[in-house]
């Protein structure tokens, strides 16, 4: 049945036409593909903190990974220990302390690096004193998930603000949510491996949906080639068996 000229002549025209869909679907996928924004930010300009975050509020996008500077203060006392921090390669224990702006928000900072629980206990000592009001500069980065620590049984693994907030000794009227990544580390301590947050392509996913249809209209117009040939080749069965006749 599927080698008779009409059918022939049927599934070329198929061919064609879902060679047709085939080749739009491959536009669609170009299309969005050269259309996909490539979302930039100027990450490594220092900007001041307060234009670009405001207290009490999420890390969006846009501010995530931003180098920033702010004028604050650090707190005596509410210095801790975030332990399995990877550093160039190595693991070892971040010191993290409180800072709170001229305007009284508070902000968590990771002021450095140590191999060492025992180094990092010393370069946290040396820094619970506090410090008067100076600039800091470092990186902008969205608050860990704190259900990631093993509390239970006393491991801090995560820079979790919502926990810290609760575990500072001076309670905070306004608190960032996101913590700094000091640029420059405190005395004793190393410099917290940073990088450049990468670039986010945004593709443009209507045309990829409408690539993935017209890839599936070509493959219904090579099955509905299919279906009536066999639908033919079945009545022309039927008509056969009809016909035979009757012993």
Same mark, same amino acid.
């Given at each position: ?38 979302? &930039?930010?100027? &990450? ?14 999420? %890390? ?10 702010? &004028? ?6 509410? @210095? ?8 160039? #390669?190595?693991?070892?224990? *971040? ?9 009284? %928000? ?6 450095? *690096? ?12 040396? @820094? ?25 049984? #006393? ?12 575990? *500072? ?8 949510? #996101? ?44 099955? @509905?080639?299919?279906?009536? %040939? ?18």
């Amino acid at each position: 049945m599927a080698r008779r000229p009409r059918w022939i002549g049927a599934l070329l025209l198929a061919l064609a036409i879902a060679g047709g869909f085939a080749a739009l679907g491959q536009w669609q996928l170009g299309r969005a593909v050269a259309t996909a924004t490539v979302v &930039t930010y100027p &990450t490594e300009t220092v900007t001041p903190l307060a234009s670009l975050a405001t207290p009490q509020s999420v %890390v969006t996008d846009r501010v995530a990974g931003q180098m920033v500077s702010v &004028t604050a203060r650090r707190v005596p006392g509410d @210095l801790y220990l975030v332990s399995n921090r990877v550093n160039y #390669g190595k693991t070892g224990y *971040w010191v993290v302390g409180h800072a709170v702006t001229g305007d009284g %928000v508070s902000l968590a900072v990771a002021y450095g *690096w140590a191999p060492t629980r025992a180094a990092a206990t010393d370069a946290a000592s040396a @820094l619970a004193g506090g410090a008067p009001s100076t600039l800091l500069i470092g990186r902008y980065m969205p608050t860990e998930p704190p259900d990631q620590a093993d509390f239970e049984h #006393g491991v801090r693994s995560v820079l979790s603000v919502a926990a810290l907030v609760n575990e *500072w000794r001076t309670v905070p009227t306004a608190v960032y949510g #996101g913590y700094l990544v000091s640029k420059t580390p405190a005395p004793g301590l190393s410099a917290i491996y940073s990088p450049k947050p990468s670039n986010d392509v945004s593709l443009n996913w209507l045309n990829v949906f409408y690539s993935i249809e017209w890839v599936a209209f070509a493959g219904f117009a090579v099955y @509905l080639w299919y279906r009536l %040939v066999k639908d033919a080749w079945e009545r022309e069965q039927d008509q056969l068996t009809e016909a035979a006749p009757v012993n």
